[in-house]
């Protein structure tokens, strides 16, 4: 009779909304008890919306914790004018653990990522039980959460979660495996890798696809091959990206990202496959990947790329890089063009420039001489590094005739090549530099000396402690 009197409120009721309206149905479930006839408790608990849900989880995952350090205690009895008593529940304390559980998977889903954010290792265990959530949504970000939180017992879940029957849960929970780090797992990845480009997966992609938007087995194998790429496997990473001509399978960017990232030479021949791929990431990873294992076989190749720069921009810069790497003679000529060329991106000309410094020569002196009073400030930066690891004293007579450079981070670079002498030649011009108006030049003066091991170091280094900046 009493609860039918009073809106909004019956026993065990969740009351949505605003904290007015929670404390006026409180109110009126006070003030109707009074006016009944024997002592009655009314509970009164409120709903907890999805907006204090999310404001729980990311106040939790702001703090790194799983659940809230100070919970509300017991129910509050709450006297009322008459003989009645109403008993106000507590709000549900914010515990991530417990959101893990849910009704909402949307709840879950976002109750996971936080738990994986917050990296606390308590979490794995209730995220290896979210592995079997009936929302895929859920257990790929229950997989991805424990990637994050990198606890190696989460390993035999992961394992499992490969045969899962979503393709992205299985692209999940490989990445986890990989950021774990146990390259005995290399095996299992690279199995799901061939499964799903054996299933056709990458048939008909376009070499630049996004990732966004992709679904599927695509996303599965690209999860794989990253994860074959943090572990650094490079016989599993050739197993399930190359065809038994040791060719590539794709020319879908991921496949050149995963080869450049084991730079073991025998994948040199793909990656060299790869590098007239059209578009651009296919092609910068591929020469990225050959100038990093220094690859003299592709020299020709990307001189070819550097001298007509038809290709995508960031592919001739990777080119430019690669062949700086590689450090080949035959490179030289190509190299200096692209670092006299002031048409070109200084950035690009920097490149260059650190090329010429490994391959010295009459000829690649003389342009790193001129290129110390060149107009963009990278450039003659890149040149005081590159002249004084090619020829030191050359470096050193040409900077004894030039005046403080205008630019703050050439005068920077210029305390880094004199460190690069590794011998006493340079301190007497770093501890002058130390007397340079701009304070932004003394952080790299400073190191400088330490790295130069000048005499006297610990000296001007404990000097500086007192700095005012």
């Not at 490149?351 to 010295?360: I, T």
């Not at 290129?371 to 004894?400: E, H």
């Not at 403080?404 to 090549?417: F, I, L």
Request: hydrophobic share 50%; aromatic share 2%; charged share 20%.
């Amino acid at each position: 009779m009493l609860m039918g009197r009073v809106p909004g409120v019956r026993s065990g009721l969740h009351v949505a909304g605003s904290p007015i309206l929670r404390t006026l149905s409180l109110a009126l479930a006070v003030l109707a008890a009074g006016c009944a006839t024997a002592p009655t408790a009314i509970p009164v608990v409120t709903e907890v919306t999805w907006e204090e849900k999310i404001d729980w989880i990311v106040r939790l995952e702001n703090l790194r914790l799983l659940r809230d350090p100070n919970p509300p205690g017991a129910p509050v009895l709450v006297p009322a004018t008459g003989r009645a008593q109403a008993v106000l529940g507590p709000t549900p304390p914010s515990d991530l653990v417990l959101l893990l559980s849910d009704a909402e998977a949307r709840v879950r889903r976002r109750a996971a990522l936080a738990v994986g954010r917050v990296g606390i290792a308590e979490g794995a265990s209730p995220l290896m039980r979210l592995l079997a959530d009936g929302n895929p949504e859920v257990r790929q970000m229950a997989a991805f959460s424990l990637g994050l939180i990198g606890d190696p017992s989460a390993r035999g879940a992961l394992l499992a979660a490969l045969d899962d029957s979503s393709p992205v849960v299985q692209g999940r929970a490989a990445e986890a495996l990989g950021r774990i780090g146990d390259r005995a797992d290399a095996a299992a990845i690279g199995g799901v890798v061939r499964r799903h480009v054996q299933a056709g997966a990458l048939n008909g992609l376009d070499p630049d696809a996004d990732v966004v938007g992709l679904q599927g087995t695509a996303d599965a194998v690209r999860l794989g091959i990253e994860a074959l790429a943090m572990l650094g496997s490079a016989d599993d990473m050739f197993a399930a990206v190359l065809d038994a001509a040791g060719q590539p399978v794709s020319a879908w960017w991921p496949v050149a990202y995963g080869l450049q990232r084991v730079p073991d030479p025998r994948g040199s021949a793909a990656l060299l496959s790869l590098l007239d791929t059209p578009g651009r990431y296919t092609a910068a990873f591929a020469a990225r990947g050959l100038g990093a294992m220094r690859a003299t076989g592709s020299v020709p190749a990307l001189v070819r790329i550097v001298e007509s720069r038809n290709a995508a921009p960031a592919v001739v810069v990777q080119a430019v890089r690669a062949l700086a790497a590689i450090a080949d003679p035959t490179a030289v000529t190509a190299l200096t063009r692209v670092a006299v060329d002031t048409a070109l991106p200084a950035s690009m000309r920097a490149d260059a420039v650190v090329g010429l410094a490994a391959a010295p020569g009459t000829e690649s002196t003389d342009v790193l001489l001129d290129l110390l009073g060149d107009r963009a400030a990278d450039v003659r930066g890149a040149a005081m590094r590159a002249l004084a690891a090619a020829d030191p004293d050359t470096f050193l007579l040409a900077l004894s005739g030039l005046d403080p450079d205008r630019d703050w981070t050439v005068r920077v670079a210029q305390a880094q090549a004199l460190a690069a002498l590794g011998d006493q030649r340079g301190s007497v011009r770093l501890l002058t530099m130390l007397r340079d108006d701009d304070v932004r030049v003394l952080p790299g003066v400073l190191g400088a000396l330490a790295g130069a091991r000048t005499q006297g170091t610990a000296d001007v280094l404990r000097q500086h402690l007192v700095h005012a900046d």
